[in-house]
């Protein structure tokens, strides 16, 4: 009895080191749960669990909405304040994930070195976001929707418009309400 319990408990533990962060994203159109890829980007994942369980995500909104591209948001609150963020992280796009429908990169400047707090979910194959694909570096991809990609595709339908000198914003707000650990 106590030498199954043993082996149960050790293979317990063995497949939970295997199982990934998962992350619900809790937004106004529904819920969108991600399993975030901790092995091949783990200072991006370690970012942002930062934010999320600071709860810097909280009721900031998904400022940049491009149908057949992407929902990008992580980074304004509803009245397009910018948030303060932390340190940039370092690159990890060339760490072999492609920038395919239902996975999640890091928004960045002109700089591979400056992701902060704002990513964005891949509604269509970017190909041309991928390590390399222009010559130069691409988009960290540090996770992958599990579920709810229906709401990605509701929120890449929202209409938008132009706000001061943002484009694409959709003009009634899509609101992260939080993101949760789910494990």
Same mark, same amino acid.
């Given at each position: *009895?106590?030498?199954s319990l043993i082996t149960s408990l050790a293979l317990l533990a063995f497949c939970s080191q295997l199982e990934a962060t998962e992350v619900d994203i #809790?937004?106004?159109? /529904?819920?969108?749960? %991600?399993?975030l890829k901790d092995k091949a980007?783990?200072?991006?994942? @370690?970012?942002? #669990?930062? !934010?999320a369980d600071e709860g810097f !995500?909280? @009721?900031?909104?998904?400022?940049?909405?491009? +149908?057949? =591209? *992407?929902v990008q948001g992580? /980074? =304004?609150?509803?009245? #397009? @304040?910018?948030?303060t963020t932390h340190q940039a992280v370092a690159y990890e796009g060339d760490n072999g994930l492609a920038n395919n429908r239902g996975t999640l990169a890091m928004a960045r400047t002109q700089d591979p070195n400056s992701a902060t707090s704002q990513f964005f979910v891949n509604q269509v194959d970017n190909a041309f976001l991928n390590d390399?694909? +222009?010559g130069a570096a691409g988009y960290t991809v540090f996770g992958e %929707?599990?579920?709810g990609m229906d709401i990605v595709d509701t929120i890449s339908a929202v209409p938008t418009s132009s706000v001061?000198? !943002?484009?694409? %914003?959709?003009t009634t707000p899509v609101v992260i309400k939080s993101i949760v650990r789910v494990n």
């Amino acid at each position: *009895m106590r030498k199954s319990l043993i082996t149960s408990l050790a293979l317990l533990a063995f497949c939970s080191q295997l199982e990934a962060t998962e992350v619900d994203i #809790l937004t106004s159109q /529904g819920t969108i749960r %991600v399993d975030l890829k901790d092995k091949a980007a783990p200072k991006t994942v @370690e970012n942002f #669990l930062r !934010y999320a369980d600071e709860g810097f !995500y909280d @009721e900031t909104i998904f400022h940049r909405v491009i +149908r057949g =591209f *992407m929902v990008q948001g992580g /980074g =304004f609150t509803t009245d #397009l @304040e910018r948030k303060t963020t932390h340190q940039a992280v370092a690159y990890e796009g060339d760490n072999g994930l492609a920038n395919n429908r239902g996975t999640l990169a890091m928004a960045r400047t002109q700089d591979p070195n400056s992701a902060t707090s704002q990513f964005f979910v891949n509604q269509v194959d970017n190909a041309f976001l991928n390590d390399g694909s +222009r010559g130069a570096a691409g988009y960290t991809v540090f996770g992958e %929707v599990v579920t709810g990609m229906d709401i990605v595709d509701t929120i890449s339908a929202v209409p938008t418009s132009s706000v001061g000198p !943002y484009q694409n %914003v959709p003009t009634t707000p899509v609101v992260i309400k939080s993101i949760v650990r789910v494990n």
